[in-house]
């Protein structure tokens, strides 16, 4: 299986993924899990939040407040955002491995949600008022914490299908 998998590592090199020692252990891994091995970015991280706001307001206003979610590996990983984001006013987002070393959180705005449709109309800017750090409980996967950082976040048209954000996250 190491081999194939490795197989796989060098042809995606080929095509312009980046297959380092890590990344192939990490495909591995997926298989063993029976998660499906794909060729370009691969969500590692969902998070959600129930509220839009702002830290530093007390969850009010524009920003990310009481963030939480799952890790890919979680046995909560699908479902993790289902009761969050069906109706409370809340949201959810990925966290991607674009490529090696390279991770982002995409956060796609939907005009259906009151909140969300004001943000996309003003093309308002998304603040972080704290460090955003979610560790691992595990440290199989050689990532041992996640840190989304503080600060003010443009708002991107070409997120989703009505704009939202990219956020440049780091993974330890």
Not at 153 to 161: A, E, H, P, T
């Amino acid at each position: 299986m190491k081999k194939f998998i490795y197989f796989i590592c060098g042809f995606l090199t080929l095509s312009t993924f980046s297959c380092s020692k890590e990344n192939s252990q990490i495909l591995l891994k997926n298989h063993e899990l029976g998660l499906e091995t794909r060729e370009g970015p691969f969500t590692i991280y969902k998070g959600c939040w129930e509220e839009w706001g702002r830290a530093s307001k007390e969850c009010d206003g524009w920003g990310l407040c009481r963030y939480d979610g799952a890790w890919f590996w979680q046995d909560d990983f699908d479902s993790v955002c289902d009761n969050i984001s069906s109706g409370t006013g809340g949201s959810s987002g990925t966290v991607t491995q674009v490529t090696s070393g390279l991770y982002e959180l995409t956060i796609a705005l939907n005009n259906s949600n009151s909140n969300e449709a004001n943000a996309i109309s003003a093309r308002s800017t998304l603040y972080i008022d704290q460090d955003i750090i979610k560790t691992a409980s595990t440290n199989q996967y050689n990532i041992n914490q996640l840190k989304i950082p503080a600060g003010a976040y443009n708002f991107n048209n070409n997120v989703g299908n009505n704009g939202g954000y990219k956020i440049a996250v780091q993974v330890q």
